[in-house]
């Protein structure tokens, strides 16, 4: 058992932000990462590689870092579980948390989605910088948003041939957008930046997935042109050969720990004030758990919750800061919000739920005959009950479900080995 002022789960931007503050403050601090390096997934760098200049402060703060380390679940609201990557049971307990867990691809069914080859974006990303590995040699990318740019400015660093670049958004969309990101000329910069370095990558403005073909593997992709719902429409496709297919339709922030904390949610995130307190007073949340909106969004609000979960007050300076990083979120996410169209992609045989195997026919004859929840879902088909315990099924099926609500959320929020939760259990009775 460790036990700090401060227990910080997750070590990137938001992670370390709220570590170097809180150790400022004059708390003692404890950082839990699953990964075996500080930097989240904007700073990852590759196995033996040195860390990110972004990620020094945290090793120079102070705080204890437990990496390779997983937290699988949480008691008496003070006690974070851990399970180190080897196996050996641990625990941290804090007088405040600061939940910093990041946010993972949002998921999107369509058919063939499940062929080797096919990809989140930040899947390709991943095996590039961590591993130097290439999804493929001729890669599609399909999505909406900036975080198709790098990942394709990535991919094509690395030597794959990026055959398009496919935008669900319109180009006269992006122009409305484009009086309120006039308050942010260093993010279009960015953008400016990453777009001359792909000037050789075909870009198609308001093309959406609608399937993937293969013997195997994907050998093919097929885009076509969506309406202002991102539907396809009809007659207007457009196929592409390819050996990896990578979609980049947004994120969805990680919640799992969270809701077992009892925190409230806010929609898609979990709600909390303007000092990044959530509705349980001792635990703060920062970064994309708290709204998905970038890294820059995400030092702030991990310096603002790291001082207040320390017992600090919070400079006016780094206030306005946060503001102004939140408008930007607010400026993407009306920009790049999905489209009902996405979910309407599926056909009868396309499987929605991979863990279990369950299709969209399965689903809606369970619909059909009264599964009127997620939860009844669950019961009638075993959607959301294998590893992934519904983080990539559950949003996907929520828009066949009349009144969806959410899986129901317990321990073990990942999964780790029995041996760690009969010593949870020997540890309580004792």
């Given at each position: 058992?460790?036990?700090?002022?401060?227990?910080?789960?997750?070590?990137?931007?938001?992670?370390?932000?709220?570590?170097?503050?809180?150790?400022?403050?004059?708390?003692?601090?404890?950082?839990?990462?699953?990964?075996?390096?500080?930097?989240?997934?904007?700073?990852?760098?590759?196995?033996?590689?040195?860390?990110?200049?972004?990620?020094?402060?945290?090793?120079?703060?102070?705080?204890?870092?437990?990496?390779?380390?997983?937290?699988?679940?949480?008691?008496?609201?003070?006690?974070?579980?851990?399970?180190?990557?080897?196996?050996?049971?641990?625990?941290?307990?804090?007088?405040?948390?600061?939940?910093?867990?990041?946010?993972?691809?949002?998921?999107?069914?369509?058919?063939?989605?499940?062929?080797?080859?096919?990809?989140?974006?930040?899947?390709?990303?991943?095996?590039?910088?961590?591993?130097?590995?290439?999804?493929?040699?001729?890669?599609?990318?399909?999505?909406?948003?900036?975080?198709?740019?790098?990942?394709?400015?990535?991919?094509?660093?690395?030597?794959?041939?990026?055959?398009?670049?496919?935008?669900?958004?319109?180009?006269?969309?992006?122009?409305?957008?484009?009086?309120?990101?006039?308050?942010?000329?260093?993010?279009?910069?960015?953008?400016?930046?990453?777009?001359?370095?792909?000037?050789?990558?075909?870009?198609?403005?308001?093309?959406?997935?609608?399937?993937?073909?293969?013997?195997?593997?994907?050998?093919?992709?097929?885009?076509?042109?969506?309406?202002?719902?991102?539907?396809?429409?009809?007659?207007?496709?457009?196929?592409?050969?390819?050996?990896?297919?990578?979609?980049?339709?947004?994120?969805?922030?990680?919640?799992?720990?969270?809701?077992?904390?009892?925190?409230?949610?806010?929609?898609?995130?979990?709600?909390?004030?303007?000092?990044?307190?959530?509705?349980?007073?001792?635990?703060?949340?920062?970064?994309?758990?708290?709204?998905?909106?970038?890294?820059?969004?995400?030092?702030?609000?991990?310096?603002?919750?790291?001082?207040?979960?320390?017992?600090?007050?919070?400079?006016?300076?780094?206030?306005?800061?946060?503001?102004?990083?939140?408008?930007?979120?607010?400026?993407?996410?009306?920009?790049?919000r999905p489209g009902p169209g996405l979910g309407e992609l599926p056909d009868p045989d396309t499987v929605l739920c991979r863990c279990e195997d369950v299709t969209a026919a399965a689903v809606d004859r369970a619909v059909a005959a009264g599964a009127g929840s997620l939860t009844a879902l669950k019961l009638a088909t075993r959607c959301g009950q294998g590893p992934c315990q519904g983080r990539m099924c559950e949003r996907i099926v929520a828009g066949r479900v009349p009144a969806a609500g959410r899986y129901s959320s317990r321990a073990p929020v990942r999964p780790v080995a029995v041996a760690t939760l009969i010593d949870d259990v020997t540890a309580t009775r004792s």
């Amino acid at each position: 058992m460790i036990a700090v002022d401060v227990a910080v789960v997750g070590a990137g931007p938001a992670g370390i932000a709220a570590a170097v503050s809180a150790r400022e403050a004059g708390a003692s601090v404890a950082v839990v990462d699953r990964y075996p390096a500080v930097g989240g997934q904007i700073w990852k760098r590759a196995i033996g590689e040195p860390p990110a200049p972004e990620s020094l402060p945290l090793e120079n703060a102070g705080a204890q870092l437990l990496l390779d380390t997983a937290v699988w679940g949480v008691r008496d609201g003070h006690t974070l579980l851990t399970e180190r990557a080897d196996g050996t049971p641990g625990a941290v307990r804090a007088r405040a948390i600061v939940l910093a867990t990041g946010a993972h691809d949002r998921p999107v069914a369509f058919p063939g989605w499940t062929l080797p080859g096919v990809m989140t974006a930040g899947a390709a990303q991943t095996l590039v910088k961590a591993q130097r590995v290439l999804p493929g040699r001729k890669v599609l990318l399909a999505g909406a948003g900036p975080f198709l740019l790098p990942v394709a400015a990535a991919l094509t660093a690395a030597g794959a041939e990026v055959v398009a670049v496919a935008e669900a958004t319109r180009r006269r969309r992006w122009a409305g957008a484009g009086p309120r990101m006039l308050r942010h000329p260093r993010h279009l910069a960015e953008y400016a930046a990453y777009r001359a370095r792909l000037r050789a990558v075909p870009f198609l403005w308001g093309y959406v997935l609608v399937r993937a073909d293969g013997s195997g593997r994907v050998e093919r992709a097929t885009l076509a042109r969506a309406d202002a719902a991102w539907r396809p429409v009809p007659g207007s496709e457009r196929t592409f050969e390819v050996d990896a297919l990578c979609t980049a339709y947004g994120f969805l922030p990680a919640l799992e720990l969270g809701r077992a904390l009892g925190c409230e949610l806010d929609g898609d995130a979990l709600a909390h004030d303007a000092a990044m307190r959530t509705s349980v007073p001792h635990v703060f949340v920062a970064g994309e758990a708290a709204g998905v909106g970038g890294a820059q969004l995400a030092l702030t609000e991990g310096a603002v919750a790291g001082r207040q979960a320390a017992g600090a007050d919070v400079p006016a300076g780094l206030a306005r800061r946060r503001l102004r990083a939140a408008h930007f979120a607010r400026v993407l996410d009306d920009l790049f919000r999905p489209g009902p169209g996405l979910g309407e992609l599926p056909d009868p045989d396309t499987v929605l739920c991979r863990c279990e195997d369950v299709t969209a026919a399965a689903v809606d004859r369970a619909v059909a005959a009264g599964a009127g929840s997620l939860t009844a879902l669950k019961l009638a088909t075993r959607c959301g009950q294998g590893p992934c315990q519904g983080r990539m099924c559950e949003r996907i099926v929520a828009g066949r479900v009349p009144a969806a609500g959410r899986y129901s959320s317990r321990a073990p929020v990942r999964p780790v080995a029995v041996a760690t939760l009969i010593d949870d259990v020997t540890a309580t009775r004792s």
